[in-house]
């Protein structure tokens, strides 16, 4: 059985850093593209990262997080992280964890990830 699960969230003042990490297990990790995404109160669920599979992955960010935050991914572990610098009031959400066999549906077509977990609060204060 699949588990994704997400830990890190938390408070913290506006220009903060905080480190997200994603445990996974029963499935081949090395073989599964990981993304982040968030979703704020009142909105729709977005993408922030992707980190292809592999030992040197391909990685991709949305617009407003580069710069800002970096995707990693420790295969050893089966952990991927995401490190969040320069934190800002906007990017309090709810952070999910997911994985797909193939980077572009993490970043194109979230409906179809086969995997998630069941998030991680951020708050981040003014």
């Known amino acids: 059985q699949v588990q994704i699960v997400e830990s890190g969230g938390g408070l913290v003042q506006a220009g903060g850093s905080l480190r997200l990490s994603c445990a996974a297990s029963?499935?081949?990790?090395?073989?599964?593209?990981m993304g982040w995404f968030r979703q704020a109160p009142g909105k729709e669920r977005e993408f922030v990262a992707a980190?292809?599979?592999?030992?040197?992955?391909?990685?991709n960010y949305v617009d407003s997080v580069k710069g800002r935050f970096t995707i990693s991914r420790d295969n050893a572990e089966n952990t991927v992280y995401l490190q969040m610098n320069s934190l800002r009031v906007e990017d309090t959400a709810t952070y999910y964890c997911a994985a797909d066999r193939f980077m572009v549906v993490l970043t194109n077509t979230a409906a179809q990830i086969q995997f998630w977990g069941q998030g991680t609060r951020v708050t981040v204060s003014s």
């Open positions: 029963g499935l081949t990790f090395n073989s599964y593209a």
């Open positions: 980190i292809n599979w592999g030992t040197n992955g391909q990685t």
